[in-house]
């Protein structure tokens, strides 16, 4: 079996994405200092693949234990996920995003080009278009300046994936740029795991339905949108993890260096109050909400134009908003150590 490294492999879309390659046959081989994830993640895993999967404790920046990584298996690609992710942290703690996921992308790199290991696959964000001016919005869009510092590092590691490969060095990447995930594998045994109060729609969502959180709050309702909420493509995280496979399986036929970038979401867009709705009839359960005022820096609509990964990586989302619901639904109430039948 063909050994993929994936850094950040125990959270959210690593944990998801391990299950997807190892259904397509790949080996996937964990490094996790889980600073944002729990070992029950593993656990999770386990039940779902019938499988240990090795897991390396420690932080992708130290270039020692990555050495050692690419030296004790023979690896045929890298899916790099380890980063932090969260906007608002990143406006007040700039210094430590910039450190952490533009340093471990470097790291990574050399360690690659040390071991010529050439296949990379880098967790990008839709966060690189800001508010098209076009929608929906395509690869060719040009990016706009990043709101947050986190934005700002998805677009500086997409340079330096560039830049290394306009030098000519032995590397074939590809960025995927994700649009909303959501979800969980159908199994609940694994899914996102907030930690802290979610900033993200849909945890908060399935935790105020749980009763852990009292009330969501919708961020304005008086945009430019069909009914003034805002709109996102929410994309499930199991489409999102085979997005991945193909991408890294592409990879192997293309002669480096290559670098190119994919949007991967479903095509369509979803206001805030939709998502409410599809929660409600798949949880059977009113969501308790209320309308506040507009968050700033918050994109109005966006939507991904899936035509490039639809042909080039032969890829599409399967799932739709009410499916993704309906395991984020059923993930919560395993958590909360319920069932949903
Ligand atoms: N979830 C989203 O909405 C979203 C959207 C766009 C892009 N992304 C990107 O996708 C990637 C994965 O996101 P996620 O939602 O699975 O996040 P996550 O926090 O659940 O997973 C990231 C994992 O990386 C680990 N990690 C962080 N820094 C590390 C380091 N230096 N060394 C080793 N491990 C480290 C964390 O412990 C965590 O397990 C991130 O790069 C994120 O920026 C996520």
């Excluded at 507009?294 to 990964?309: F, L, M, Q, S």
């Amino acid at each position: 079996m063909e050994k993929i490294l994936i850094t950040g492999g125990a959270g959210y879309i690593g944990s998801h994405t391990a299950v997807a390659l190892y259904e397509a046959g790949y080996q996937p081989i964990i490094i996790d200092d889980f600073s944002n994830s729990e070992k029950s993640a593993l656990d999770g895993l386990k039940k779902i693949t019938g499988k240990e999967t090795p897991c390396y404790e420690g932080d992708c920046n130290d270039v020692i234990l990555m050495d050692k990584i690419f030296t004790e298996n023979q690896l045929s690609g890298v899916i790099h996920f380890a980063a932090f992710k969260a906007v608002g942290e990143s406006t007040q703690l700039p210094i430590k995003y910039y450190k952490n996921n533009i340093n471990s992308l470097l790291v990574l790199l050399e360690t690659m080009e040390k071991h010529g290991v050439e296949n990379l696959v880098f967790s990008s964000s839709c966060t690189v278009y800001g508010q098209p001016d076009q929608l929906p919005v395509k690869e060719i869009t040009p990016r706009k300046d990043a709101e947050s510092p986190y934005g700002n590092t998805k677009k500086i590691c997409e340079d330096i994936l560039s830049d290394q490969v306009k030098s000519k060095a032995r590397l074939s990447a590809i960025a995927l740029r994700y649009f909303n995930p959501i979800g969980a594998h159908a199994s609940s045994h694994i899914g996102e795991l907030p930690i802290g109060v979610p900033s993200n729609l849909v945890p908060f969502v399935t935790q105020t339905g749980a009763g852990i959180r009292k009330e969501l709050t919708v961020f304005g309702n008086d945009y430019d949108t069909p009914d003034g909420t805002c709109v996102r493509d929410y994309i499930h995280v199991m489409d999102l993890a085979e997005a991945h496979v193909k991408a890294i399986t592409y990879l192997k036929d293309k002669k480096s260096p290559f670098y190119d970038w994919f949007n991967v979401g479903t095509g369509k867009g979803n206001t805030v109050l939709e998502v409410i709705e599809t929660f409600e009839k798949v949880s059977g359960k009113p969501l308790n909400y209320t309308v506040g005022p507009r968050r700033p820096g918050d994109v109005v609509k966006v939507w991904a134009d899936t035509e490039k990964i639809n042909h080039e990586l032969g890829w599409t989302a399967r799932f739709n908003l009410e499916d993704a619901l309906r395991d984020s639904w059923n993930w919560q109430l395993n958590l909360s150590g319920n069932s949903s039948s």
